[in-house]
């Protein structure tokens, strides 16, 4: 589990130091909390090509 949580960490921090361009669109395009979510959605994606397990949060995966 730290291992995912120190890959993720890595990946936050090259996003931090380096955000992606589309970020500061959205942002003035559609306000702070959809760049926000933008934001969290590549992170994901760029950790699950990095090889890391991250659970889909899709509905089908929920029980009920």
Do not use: C, H, W, Y
């Amino acid at each position: 589990m730290a291992d995912k949580d120190s890959t993720l960490s890595a990946i936050g921090s090259e996003m931090k130091a380096n955000p992606p361009a589309i970020l500061n669109a959205t942002r003035r395009k559609f306000g702070v909390a959809r760049a926000e979510k933008q934001r969290k959605a590549i992170l994901l994606s760029k950790g699950r090509a990095a090889g890391v397990k991250i659970p889909s949060a899709s509905p089908q995966s929920f029980s009920k």
